[in-house]
């Protein structure tokens, strides 16, 4: 049996931890993503490849930051229906 919406969710609560600390010069682009991800540039991610971070690495970051942000405000909407 598949696993159900709710134990699907609490996986990506689990991967996308929001108390994780950021790697070292990617805390303004992942605060970024978090507050305004419309304004993200490709001069942003740039940036961090020239810092030295792998797209793969910024990828999952972004990733991360993203779902962490969406659960809480999934969070919010449930507080605000219950």
Same mark, same amino acid.
């Given at each position: ?51 030295? /971070?792998?797209?793969?690495?910024? /990828? ?23």
């Amino acid at each position: 049996m598949p696993p159900s919406r709710d134990e699907l969710i609490e996986r990506l609560r689990i991967a996308a931890d929001p108390r994780r600390p950021a790697p070292e010069g990617m805390e303004a682009y992942l605060d970024k993503v978090r507050r305004h991800a419309y304004r993200i540039t490709d001069a942003d991610v740039e940036a961090l490849r020239a810092h030295g /971070f792998s797209e793969d690495e910024i /990828f999952e970051q972004t990733v991360s930051a993203a779902v962490a942000e969406g659960l809480s405000r999934l969070d919010a909407a449930l507080e605000v229906v219950a």
